[in-house]
C-alpha cells in the first residue's frame, strides 16, 4: 500500500504540487490483460475498430521486453500491479459540470480550466488521471475549423481522421512502452488545424496524476495541415507519494506542406524524496513527422521532474527543406535520473536540424544526453547543428553525453559539440562581490547557461519555467 | 554498402585444447600467464551485434574461424628489411612466423615475450575486454620492450604477414621506465599489395587475419610516442587493441593511421592515472572501396589535474564506411580534469558512408571536457577559390585533403614516416576526380 509521504522534508515542501485531491474515482481492478483492454475500450464507447487496434498492440507489446539500455537504474516493474484506467466520477444529477473538487484541484495548480476573460489567451485540456475532465475555448477554435478536444471525443466524432493518423508516426511496434501505451493509453489532445489556419490562441494540455497505483497512458495527436501553424503547451504535476508510478505516453505531430507546430512542454512529475524514494517514471515516446514540403517541428522541453525520465522527441524530416528543431533544458536533483535527447532523421534534401541541449546536475541526480542525427543518402545539402551543455553542481551527480552521428550522404555537413563543466568559479565569485548571495548568483549563472533553451518558450510559460528552476535550485545547491 | 546480417563471432575455436597445441613446450610462467588471460577471455560474454560498440562492426565482417592459427615466432636472423632502419636504434622484423631482432642502443631491451614472462614477476594488467583477453592468451608473436632513462630511442617495429589463410596474433608489452623516451613505430603491413578495391570472391585462403593485444606502461616522467601505421593489404582482417596506462607527469603521444585492410577494428584506450599526466591521440583514417575501418578511442581520467586531447580525422570515399566512438572518462574525484576530443569526417562522394559516437561519461564536477564532431564534404568555395586561382578542380581537391590531413600528419616526429604518411594518402586520391 502506498501512502503520500510526510511532508517534513524539504524537497516536499517545494513541491507544492504534491496534494492528493480526495474525490471518488471510478476505478477498474488492477493488472493487465485483454479483458482489461477491452473494458477500457468499453468505457470510452469506442468503435471496434479501435478494439482491435488496442488488442493488436497488446499482443505485440507481449512480444517485447522492456528495453534497458538507458542510464537508470529501477527495481523491475511489475506491469500487473497498476491501474490503467481511473476517472473522477461524474456527480449525480449534475452531468457535464465539473466537480467542485476537480476544479479546485487545477485552481491549485494554476490550470484555468473555467473559460476566463483574463486568460483568453490559452486554451486548455485538463486530464485528470485517465480522463479529459474540460477542454475549454473549443468554440472560438471551432469558428476557424480547428478542432481541439480530448482523445476519447476525437476517437467517437472524428473517427475518420484519428483513424488516418493515429500510430502513422509512432506505430504500436515501435517500442515497448510505445506498444503498452497503444494498448492502455486513455485520455489525452487531439488537434487538428485546417489548411492554412493559424492557430489565435495557444493550445494547451495539462496532465494531472492523482489516484493511487495508476499510470498514466495518454495519448497526443497534433496534425496541422499545409500552412497551416500552431503552439502547444504541455504540463504535469502528480502528488508525492512513496510508490512510483509509471506514466507512458506518445504524442504524434503531423505536419503537412508548410506547416508549422511548435510544442512546448513543462515537465515537473513528482520525482520522488531526496533518498529517491516515490516518484514517477516518465517513459514517453515523442516523435513528429515533417511530411511535406517546407514544414517545422520545434519540440522545447523544460525537465524539471520525475524520478525517471526516458524521453527522444524526435523529428522525422521527409519533406524537401523541413526544419526540426529540439531545444531541451534537464535538471536533476537529489537521486534523480534523466535520459533524454533526440532523435533528427534527415531524409529529404536541403532538411535542416538544430539541437540545443543544456543539462543540469546536481545532488546524487545523473544526466544524459542521448541524440542520434543520421542522415540518409537523398538528404543532400542536409545541415545539422547539435550543442550540448552540462554543468554540474556538486562532486555526487555525474553528466554523459552520447550523441550518435551517421553521415550517408557527401553533400550534408554536421556539426556537434559538447561540453562538460562545473559551474564556473569566476562567474560565481564575480556576482558575490556585486553583493548576490550564493544562491541568486548560482540561480542567475543556470538561467544564463539556460537562455538559448527557455527563449524559445511561449512567454507565460518561460516565465513559469525559470520560476520553477529557481525553486528546483533553492535547495539544491548550498 | 554493408548489407551483412548482424551474426555474432565464431570464437569456440579458441578452446583449451587449441591453447594447449599453441603453448606446447613453454615455461611454467609463460603457461600460467597465458591459461590466466584465457580464463578470462572464457568468462567475457562474444561480443553481439546488439551491444553498442559491435552495432556497426558484426561478427560476420570478421571470420575469424576461417583462419588457422599461425605458428609462434622463432628466429631468422635475417638482416633488417625496412627503408628506414637507418633511422632508428632498434628494429624488429617480423617476417610471417620469423622474427629478427637489432638493438644498437644500450637503454633499450627487447625480448621475445615468452622470455619475459618467465622472468617478470608480477602477472601484466587484465583488460576486461573479449578481443583483448583473446590477444593475451593465444599472442603467437609477442615481445617485451623496456625503454630506460637515459637519452631518447627509437624503437621500429615491422610487422609483415603474408596472406594465406593464416590467422597471426602480435602483441607487444611496452615498459617506458620513469624518465626514460621511447619513440615507437608500427608498420603493419600485409605482404601482398593487393588492389585497393575488394573482389566479391574473396576466400579466406587468400587473405590475412590479425588480431593484436598491446599494452603500454609509461612511468613517471616518461614519455611515449608511437605511431601505427595499418597498411594491410585488401584482403586483411585486423582487430587490435591497445591500452596504456601513464603515471604521474608521464605523457602519451599516439598516432594511429589506417589505410589499408578489408575490415579492421581498433581499440585505443589511454588511463592518465596519475597527477600531470597527460594523452594526445591522433587518428588518420582514408576508406576507399568497400573498406569497413571502425575505431574506439577511450581517455580516461582515473586521476586528478590530468590532461587528454584526441583529433581523429578521417575521409570515406567509394562505397566504403567508418566509424568512429570516442568516450572520455572522468572517474569519480578526478578533479582538474581538461579533456578535449574532435572527430572530423570527410564524405567524398555519394554511398560512403561515416559514423560518428563521440561520448562523454562525467562523475566529477570541477572539470573541463568538450568533443566536437563535424562531418561534410570539402567547402566548395574553398574549391572554387582554388579554381579562380587557375587550378583544375580535381587538383583542387586534391589539394584540400592533404591540407585537412596535415594537421594529423604534423603531429608524428619522424620526417620519413610522414612522408610515408603523405604518400598514401595521395594514393588513396590516385582515381579520385
Known sequence: MAHELPGGNKLLQDYKFGFVTDIAADAIPLGLNEDIVRLISAKKGEPGWMTDWRLAAYRHWLTLREPHWARADYPPIDYQASRYYSAPRQRAGKPGEMDPELAKTFERLGVPVHERGALAGVAVDAVFDSVSVATTQRERLKQQGI????????????????????????PPTDNFFAALNSAVFTDGS?????????????????????????????????????????????????????????????????????????????????????????????????????????????????????????????????????????????????????DTGTKMIHIGPRTRSTIVSKGISTGHSANTYRGMVKILPKAAHARNHTQCDSMLIGSQCSANTFPLIEARNATAITEHEATTSRISEEQLFYLRSRGLDEEAATALIVHGFCKEVLKELPMEFAVEAVKLLELKLEHSVG | MHTLEPTGFDLARFDAAALARLSAGEPAAVLSHRAAAFELFSALPVPAARDEEWRHSPGKLFPCAAFALAAPLRASGAPPTADWHEDFDAVIDVTDETFSLHNRAGSLDILPLAEALAALPAGVPQHRRKFAALGQAF??????????????????????????GKLHMPRLVVAVEPDAHLTLVERFQGLERGTTSISKDWKADAALAVIGAHEFHV?????????????????????????????????????????????????????????????????????????????????????????????????????????????????????????YQMNRNLVLNEGARADSLPALEIDA????CSHGSATGNLDPEQIFYLRARGIPEAAARHLLIAAYFEEVIGKVSHAGVQERLRAAVAQKMETLS
Open chain 1, 147 to 170: 478542432i481541439f478536444c480530448s482523445m476519447s471525443e476525437a476517437i467517437r466524432e472524428h473517427g475518420d481522421l484519428v483513424r488516418q493518423y493515429l500510430g502513422s508516426v509512432v
Open chain 1, 190 to 338: 487531439f488537434c487538428f488545424i485546417p489548411r492554412g489556419v493559424r492557430c489565435p490562441i495557444e493550445l494547451s494540455t495539462y496532465f494531472r496524476i492523482n489516484a493511487i497505483s495508476t499510470g498514466q497512458f495518454e495519448r497526443t495527436l497534433i496534425v496541422a495541415e499545409p500552412e497551416s501553424f500552431v503552439s502547444y503547451i504541455e504540463g504535469c504535476t502528480a502528488p508525492a507519494r512513496d510508490e512510483n508510478q509509471l506514466h507512458a505516453a506518445i504524442v504524434e505531430l503531423v505536419a503537412l506542406e508548410g506547416a508549422q507546430i511548435k510544442y512546448a512542454t513543462v515537465q515537473n512529475w513528482f520525482a520522488g524524496d531526496a533518498g529517491g524514494k516515490g516518484g514517477i517514471y516518465n517513459f514517453v515516446t515523442k516523435r513528429g513527422h515533417c511530411r511535406g514540403a517546407r514544414s517545422r517541428i520545434s519540440w522545447t522541453q523544460v525537465e524539471v521532474g520525475a524520478a525517471i525520465t526516458w524521453k527522444y522527441p524526435s523529428v522525422i524530416l521527409e519533406g524537401a527543406d523541413s526544419v526540426g528543431e529540439f531545444y531541451s533544458v534537464a535538471f536533476t536533483h537529489d537521486r534523480m535520473q534523466a
Open chain 2, 139 to 164: 599472442w603467437t608473436a609477442g615481445f617485451f620492450i623496456r625503454a630506460r632513462a637515459g637519452a631518447p630511442v627509437r624503437l621500429l617495429v615491422n610487422w609483415r604477414f603474408a596472406a594465406g
Open chain 2, 219 to 339: 612511468g613517471a616522467g616518461a614519455t611515449l610516442e608511437r605511431v601505427a601505421l595499418h597498411e594491410w593489404h585488401a584482403a586483411t582482417i585486423c582487430i587490435a587493441e591497445d591500452a596504456a596506462v601513464v603515471a604521474e607527469r608521464g605523457r602519451a603521444d599516439w598516432v594511429t593511421a589506417v589505410f589499408g585492410g578489408r575490415a579492421v577494428k581498433l581499440t585505443a584506450g589511454c588511463d592518465v592515472a596519475g597527477a600531470g599526466a597527460a594523452a594526445h591521440l591522433s587518428g588518420l583514417y582514408f576508406a576507399d572501396g568497400t573498406q569497413h575501418v571502425d575505431q574506439r578511442t577511450l581517455q580516461r581520467h582515473s586521476s586528478p589535474d590530468t590532461t587528454s586531447h584526441l583529433l581523429y580525422k578521417g575521409a570515406v570515399r567509394d562505397q566504403s564506411h567508418s566509424i568512429y566512438q570516442g568516450l572520455i572518462q572522468a572517474a569519480r574525484g578526478a578533479v582538474r580534469v581538461d579533456a
Open chain 2, 365 to 368: 564536477d570541477d572539470l573541463k
